[in-house]
């Protein structure tokens, strides 16, 4: 294999479960309303996956890559290198990515998970951008697999409300010519881990909900001290990839956030001074899918026309850890 300096996403794809939870149907559930969710974080429905439905995290994170795949017109055999971003994986062992990597016949690849909060995705960016570089891969497959539904305390109204399931991917690509993943960043404060993990036990979906996996921890969160870290963190390491890579606001064709909450973003916007029309959001209809939020952000937003090669992107996330990463990317395709 012959290094080649430069890796540049060359397919995206996504998937998401069937069913559709509204806030109106969480009215039934727990004490809150549409009125409240909507208000005070921007999520109107998301989507939740069921057992014996082909909606496991392996099996999102397959229909995603082999969506992302079919637009970089490449097969298994090409694949070198599978990086699964998750913390909702189907089993402690074996990796998500080894579970897709079987699914996908992927035969020639090496495949592992990265566990990163809801940074994931950008941990794995970075990862696969260090392989490419450094000669060790030439095709690279980065997904975001997430069922945070498994893992909710269904009786919480403060966390319960927030969460969704889905999956979103790439395929990053190593070529001669300039361009593609532009920089990088990756943070963590393992200080903060507290103020967002799982904890033992859960007292499982209530019966309406039965279709759900329970997965015997729950998701313990404090929500509002977790807010403006999100907002501080999200909006530093924006800046520095800005200041790194010498670009300007005007110079940022779309933002992908992590998609937690709209006034999150709302606040990034205002701190970094991007214009919210140029913000991709969609955490309306699927709520917080974790790790699969940027991809899956990112893949609606390039089908909709919205991203056009030689775009500059901006990614920029935020998770349990605590985590925060950001990215810039000139785009492909
Ligand atoms: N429906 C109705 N009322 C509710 C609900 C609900 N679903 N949830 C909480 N409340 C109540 C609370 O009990 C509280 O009532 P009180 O004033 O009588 O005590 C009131 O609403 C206000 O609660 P806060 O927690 O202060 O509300 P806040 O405005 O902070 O919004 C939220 C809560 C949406 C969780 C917000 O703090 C948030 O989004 N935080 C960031 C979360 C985040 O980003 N998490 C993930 C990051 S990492 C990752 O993505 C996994």
Redesign the pocket.
């Known amino acids: 294999m012959t290094a080649m300096p430069f890796s540049h996403i060359a397919g995206t794809g996504s998937a998401v479960p069937e069913r559709i939870l509204s806030n109106h149907e969480l009215e039934k559930i727990?004490?809150?309303?549409d009125e409240?969710?909507m208000r005070?974080?921007g999520i109107k429905e998301r989507r939740l996956s069921s057992t014996g439905k082909h909606e496991s995290t392996a099996d999102l994170g397959t229909a995603a890559a082999r969506r992302a795949m079919e637009i970089a017109d490449i097969s298994e055999r090409q694949i070198d290198t599978i990086i699964t971003s998750t913390v909702t994986a189907d089993r402690i062992t074996p990796s998500a990515a080894c579970l897709i990597q079987h699914q996908l016949e992927a035969n020639h690849a090496a495949a592992f998970d990265v566990s990163a909060?809801?940074s994931g995705f950008t941990y794995g960016l970075e990862l696969a951008d260090a392989s490419i570089r450094a000669g060790k891969a030439e095709t690279v497959l980065v997904i975001g697999a997430e069922r945070l539904s498994t893992f909710v305390n269904w009786q919480d109204?403060?966390t319960c409300?927030?969460f969704g399931d889905g999956a979103g991917a790439i395929v990053i690509s190593a070529r001669d010519a300039p361009g593609g993943i532009l920089s990088t960043h990756i943070r963590s404060d393992g200080a903060l881990w507290d103020l967002?993990y799982c904890e033992d036990g859960n007292p499982g979906p209530p019966d309406i909900l039965n279709y759900i996996k329970h997965i015997p921890f729950h998701i313990k969160?404090e929500?509002?001290r977790?807010?403006k870290k999100?907002v501080a963190f999200m909006a530093d390491i924006a800046l520095q990839s800005l200041a790194q890579n010498k670009l300007v606001r005007d110079d940022i064709a779309i933002v992908i956030p992590?998609q937690?909450?709209l006034r999150?973003i709302q606040a990034i916007s205002e701190k970094i001074d991007i214009p919210m029309d140029r913000f991709y959001t969609n955490l309306h209809r699927y709520g917080?899918t974790?790790s699969a939020s940027i991809p899956l952000a990112m893949d609606e937003a390039f089908r909709q026309g919205l991203i056009k090669k030689g775009d500059h992107v901006l990614l920029v996330s935020?998770?349990?850890g605590l985590t925060w990463g950001a990215a810039v990317i000139q785009w492909s395709i």
């Open positions: 727990v004490d809150t309303s409240w969710i005070r974080t909060g809801c109204r403060g409300v927030l967002l969160m929500g509002n977790l807010f999100a992590h937690a909450n999150i917080n974790s935020f998770g349990a």
